[in-house]
């Protein structure tokens, strides 16, 4: 055997046998990555989608919050015309009010922002936040609903319990007082309350705003991810 080389010629074809074994593993690999990876962008799509879906949402419930609020500062406004507009040149002009039938309009409130967090928390709880691959765009994302969209819903409950609480404050008032019609307040009580109640809402209104143009910013940059994903 030795002087004919089989065993040399045997040796080549198991060394052989075993490199083309081995290539087929490599192959097969290679096929399951790229089709794994090819499930995870169709997948990346589909998150980035639906999150932008559910911003755009939000920036039309945060439109709604800001017009209402700022009605609502301007009615405040008609009652004490020294209450300036702390943010105006970020949160706009007030529309004009001819003021309000009734005290209680004053600080009624039921209007806060309640954010769209269904698909992002739905990925997050089943520990899919690695599939969105640009890293950068998850954070700006995270960033989004997780600080500053917990920040204005703590401003908007703050600014509800206020509303409740000077609604009882002034329960007398609001059922027996004849303020005329429109109303008029002179009770330094009251305009004493009337003009916190406004610094409160006018930096709602300047926090609910710049929320809304990070989410259009945000929401650009999801689109252009989306389309640059193969």
Request: glycine share 4%.
């Amino acid at each position: 055997m030795i002087r004919d080389n089989k065993v040399i010629k045997y040796l080549l074809y198991a060394i052989g046998e075993i490199i083309l074994v081995v290539i087929g593993i490599l192959i097969a690999l290679s096929i399951n990555n790229s089709n794994e990876l090819k499930k995870n962008r169709i997948a990346e799509k589909v998150y980035l989608k639906e999150i932008k879906s559910d911003l755009i949402q939000d920036t039309i419930l945060l439109s709604q919050v800001i017009q209402d609020h700022k009605w609502r500062i301007a009615q405040l406004r008609s009652q004490d015309t020294t209450i300036d507009i702390i943010f105006e040149e970020i949160i706009g002009k007030l529309p004009k009010v001819e003021g309000v039938s009734q005290l209680e309009y004053i600080f009624f409130t039921d209007r806060k922002f309640r954010p769209k967090i269904g698909t992002y928390n739905s990925m997050i709880s089943e520990g899919k936040s690695n599939i969105i691959s640009n890293r950068e765009l998850f954070n700006n994302i995270q960033n989004i609903y997780e600080l500053e969209v917990q920040n204005i819903i703590t401003i908007g409950e703050d600014v509800l319990d206020r509303s409740n609480e000077l609604r009882n404050k002034y329960a007398y008032e609001i059922r027996y007082v004849d303020f005329g019609s429109p109303i008029k307040i002179t009770d330094k009580r009251i305009l004493a309350d009337i003009y916190i109640s406004s610094r409160q809402l006018n930096y709602y209104t300047r926090q609910s705003v710049l929320l809304k143009n990070n989410i259009a910013e945000l929401i650009e940059l999801i689109d252009n991810e989306y389309h640059s994903i193969e």
